[in-house]
């Protein structure tokens, strides 16, 4: 690819972009809305305090990653349909993160965190297989799926922990993806050796099994103690995949590849 060609894909991934944070914007007001409408003013612009932020770390991500907008090292002037699904899935991560400064829902919004949660939970199984029958998997698709996912599963448990559907230690659950990816980058700052990890399909398994609970912990069908045993059960082999990943990536566990 020239450098011509490269930048000249870059200004329309550019315009793509802004075209997304207009739609995101847009859907964000119309929700602010319809809350206004449900619930008092102040409790609806409570909800903006973080789902605004979130929002804003979505959209700056997306913009670090365009160059990453790539299938086989070529670079694609737009977003193929599960990558807009994906970032559909990101602003439905958004509008969850403002409950978080909320007390529980009642009434006709009791059902809306799990709905939210559970629509980007649906959308995280679909969009991968909408990419590759639409010949359209790229590594920047790749990268928000995984940022999604942590991101999602960081802020449903805090809000189930807070609605007191789960215990507080449930929140490792949360931090796990984020200390292994720190302590990686820990082991490249000190020189060490980071190895690559070998395909493992319960990584897939357990983060799907992690999304159902949750979306069942958000809902008013389950509660405590129902909810505190259910949470031994799937944090349990969660927690100890991602110890075993980490024996992996520090060479302490078979003999894998060395990351280039």
């Known amino acids: 690819m020239s450098d011509a060609y490269v930048d000249r894909t870059l200004r ?22 319809g809350l206004r409408l449900l619930l008092a003013d102040d409790l609806a612009r409570r909800w903006l305090l973080l789902t605004v932020p979130v929002l804003a770390y979505e959209l700056a991500l ?9 299938e ?23 509008f969850l993160a403002g409950f978080l400064l909320l007390s529980r829902p009642t009434e006709s919004l009791v059902w809306l965190p799990a709905l939210l949660y559970g629509a980007a939970a649906l959308a995280d199984y679909v969009d991968g297989t909408l990419a590759r029958l ?18 999602g599963i960081l802020i449903a448990p805090l809000l ?35 190895f690559a990890l070998p395909p493992r399909a319960s990584r897939r398994y357990l983060a ?7 979306t069942l912990v958000l809902s008013p ?34 003999e894998p590849t060395q990351e280039q």
Not at 134 to 151: I, K, N, P, Y
Request: hydrophobic share 50%; net charge positive.
């Open 12 to 33: 329309k991934l550019r315009l793509r972009w802004v075209a997304v944070a207009t739609i995101a914007t847009v859907a964000t007001a119309l929700s602010f809305g």
């Open 62 to 70: 997306l913009w670090y990653v365009l160059p990453r907008n790539r």
């Open 72 to 94: 086989e090292g070529r670079l694609l002037a737009s977003f193929g349909p599960g990558t807009q699904l994906t970032l559909a899935r990101g602003v439905l991560i958004a």
């Open 134 to 151: 639409t010949d359209h998997v790229t590594t920047l698709g790749a990268r928000l799926d995984t940022e999604f996912d942590a991101l």
């Open 160 to 194: 189930a922990v807070l609605y007191g559907q789960l215990p507080v230690w449930y929140l490792s659950v949360s931090a796990a993806r984020y200390l292994f990816v720190f302590g990686r980058w820990l082991r490249r700052r000190r020189d060490r050796p980071v």
């Open 208 to 214: 799907g099994l992690q999304m159902a609970f949750l």
């Open 221 to 254: 069908v389950v509660t405590p103690p129902v909810t505190t045993v259910g949470a031994v059960f799937v944090a349990v082999p969660f927690i100890v995949g991602f110890v075993r990943d980490w024996l992996y990536v520090s060479g302490r566990l078979s």
